[in-house]
């Protein structure tokens, strides 16, 4: 169970629709997942659910055996998730050093926090001078690496990223990408994301879960997907 994310039969009240869902899957840092489909189809609230942001009204979801509806096990929970948001909600009053180790802030001295903070900017192919700008000073490329270091700097079990390259282009887009996949080698990492990009999101990802109208359309691996077993995975492809 180490490492592990599984979902049965989840269902989650959407505004826009009340059918039942049975949302299953599973995710492990052997086989990073990525979530695509249509806009509107329910990809970024089956994320919110996962870290209990959205409430499931059916079904289970346990992250590493333990269901997230045990309340006095929320703490280990959270702590052993790292989040990427789309719009990467940096704080624009602090600096980049203070955003990567916001944790950790007041916890430890600056000097430390900062050493530290120019490590995992290393990490996603920043530069230790970096530290100290702030997210106004920084591209919208800067600004995503600099979410993805926030999001591993307390070393989590998993990574969860909505939208990682909204709004970048491809080259940019496959930057992104690389460093997520090199962080799930690296730091053992199960990674789940939501990506609208995915020519670009096949070549980094193993397995892939298709969501149309709030249910899963399909789900299998990478090379499953690219034989375009569905006019729907065709027309996202």
């Known amino acids: 169970m180490h490492n592990t994310i599984f979902l049965e039969k989840v269902n989650i009240d959407f505004e826009q629709n009340k059918t039942k869902s049975d949302i299953s899957f599973k995710v492990t840092a052997k086989k990073p997942v990525c979530i695509i489909g249509k806009g509107l189809s329910g990809k970024s609230t089956i994320l919110k659910s996962i870290t209990g942001l959205v409430k499931i009204s059916s079904g289970t979801i346990k992250i590493n055996g333990i269901s997230i509806s045990e309340k006095k096990e929320m703490k280990n929970i959270y702590d052993s998730i790292g989040m990427v948001f789309e719009k990467d909600a940096l704080f624009d009053s602090m600096s980049v050093w203070e955003n990567i180790m916001f944790k950790s802030l007041n916890l430890k001295s600056n000097e430390e926090l900062i050493n530290k903070s120019q490590i995992f ?39 969860l990223l909505d939208e990682p390259t909204a709004g970048l282009d491809p080259v940019k887009t496959n930057m992104i990408f690389d460093i997520v996949k090199r962080l799930n080698r690296e730091f053992k990492i199960s990674i789940l994301a939501i990506s609208s990009d995915v020519k670009s999101a096949i070549k980094y990802f193993d397995e892939f879960v298709v969501i149309d109208q709030y249910k899963i359309h399909w789900k299998g691996t990478t090379d499953q997907l690219k034989k375009k077993p569905t006019k729907l995975i065709s027309d996202l492809i």
Do not use: C, T, W
């Open 121 to 159: 900017l290393k990490k996603v192919g920043l530069n230790r001078k970096d530290a100290y700008l702030y997210p106004s000073e920084l591209s919208g490329g800067m600004r995503k690496r600099v979410a993805i270091a926030r999001a591993i700097s307390h070393k989590p079990q998993f990574l």
